[in-house]
């Protein structure tokens, strides 16, 4: 964990520099993720997964008063506005993610993600690694092209048995 | 219907009473039994399937609004987020419900139905899933779903749907 940090602490003082966003850093069994802001960003919704705390705009009290039909535009226009989910709040996650993917039950399993799409016709599978937790549940997944975060979320049952069975989960 | 559905309760909890004193022990059937944990997982997969499908109108309605209102990128990413939110409530329940038979026994299963039709509505979730896993606004991301692609996957997915619940 503290060589995570301190390794990331020395990259993102460089990004800053270049003026590029930061990133979250992760060292497991010798081997560099990385989490690009935002990446983290587009995948917040993986968030409550992590137990990471949500603003209180995207909470549930929000989201299920805001589930009347009739009010579509409104709940558009509160999804729009980006103040709702601060910087604060992404790093927040990036930190989650790194803590359950150094958690010593997670295991990082060589697969793909996506085969089953592209089996169907869909985009070609991403080949990487599968940091996953049987405990927990949880999944992260990260590309061979970079090591670069694509994903994570806490699997269900059906992609449990895929990312099990077939090295492999979507 | 459950009959045409391979669902042992039995073993199901046998299987989960064995999972939890692993766990309690620090390991897992995962670690310990790899056949018994896939079993076990297949069961919960019955259950799983069932939980999706009595959400079927909710999804269904979630789908509709977005392919009526065509908002675009922002359309889009509101989607994901309350697709994400029942999908999630949904696995949620699962784990709930995995306490409560542990807790109750056979008889938390006495009045459960498993609806046929609850496999293949689950598996046109999980496309969604992953149609919702795919989208991207990175024009540089060529594993990526743009948001063409996507709008035409949901489609094609909510036509399946609609097959599924004629059927």
Same mark, same amino acid.
């Given at each position: 964990?503290? /060589? ?13 520099k270049?003026?590029?966003a ?20 587009d ?18 009290? /929000? ?19 980006? /103040? ?6 992404? /790093? ?37 690694y ?30 449990r ?10 | ?41 297949? %069961? ?7 939980? %999706? %499908? ?56 006495? $009045? ?6 609850? $496999? ?11 149609s919702?896993?795919?989208?991207t ?8 779903? $743009? ?10 997915? %909510? ?7 004629q059927?």
């Amino acid at each position: 964990m503290k /060589e995570s940090i301190q390794e990331e602490d020395k990259i993102n003082g460089q990004r800053k520099k270049q003026g590029k966003a930061s990133i979250t850093l992760m060292i497991k069994d010798d081997i560099r993720f990385f989490a690009p802001n935002d990446q983290l960003r587009d995948k917040y919704h993986h968030a409550p997964d992590l137990d990471s705390p949500i603003p209180g705009t995207l909470g549930d009290t /929000e989201l299920a008063r805001l589930a009347d039909p009739s009010l579509y535009r409104e709940r558009l226009e509160t999804f729009r506005n980006r /103040e709702i989910l601060p910087e604060a709040y992404v /790093e927040q996650y990036g930190r989650d993610l790194r803590f359950q993917v150094l958690n010593p039950d997670t295991k990082i399993i060589e697969g793909t993600l996506g085969a089953n799409r592209e089996a169907n016709g869909g985009p070609p599978k991403i080949e990487g690694y599968h940091l996953y937790n049987d405990r927990t549940g949880f999944n992260a997944f990260f590309d061979k092209n970079g090591n670069r975060y694509r994903t994570g979320f806490q699997a269900n049952r059906s992609q449990r048995t895929d990312i099990k069975t077939n090295n492999n989960a979507m | 219907m459950e009959k045409n559905i391979n669902f042992d309760k039995t073993r199901y909890i046998e299987l989960l009473k064995k999972n939890e004193i692993l766990k309690n022990e620090g390991t897992s059937l995962f670690n310990e039994n790899r056949e018994e944990d896939l079993e076990l997982l297949s %069961y919960g997969v019955i259950l799983e399937n069932q939980i %999706y %499908y009595n959400r079927k109108a909710e999804y269904s309605f979630l789908i509709e609004e977005y392919l009526r209102e065509n908002a675009g990128e922002d359309g889009a990413r509101l989607f994901v987020w309350e697709f994400f939110k029942i999908f999630k409530k949904d696995n949620k329940a699962l784990e709930i419900l995995e306490k409560e038979i542990l807790e109750q026994g056979i008889q938390k299963l006495a $009045t459960l139905w498993i609806d046929p039709k609850s $496999t293949e509505f689950s598996a046109l979730i999980n496309q969604i899933v992953g149609s919702c896993e795919f989208l991207t606004f990175d024009p540089e991301d060529t594993y990526g779903m $743009t948001l063409d692609q996507f709008r035409d996957s949901i489609q094609k997915i %909510y036509l399946k749907i609609q097959n599924n619940n004629q059927e």
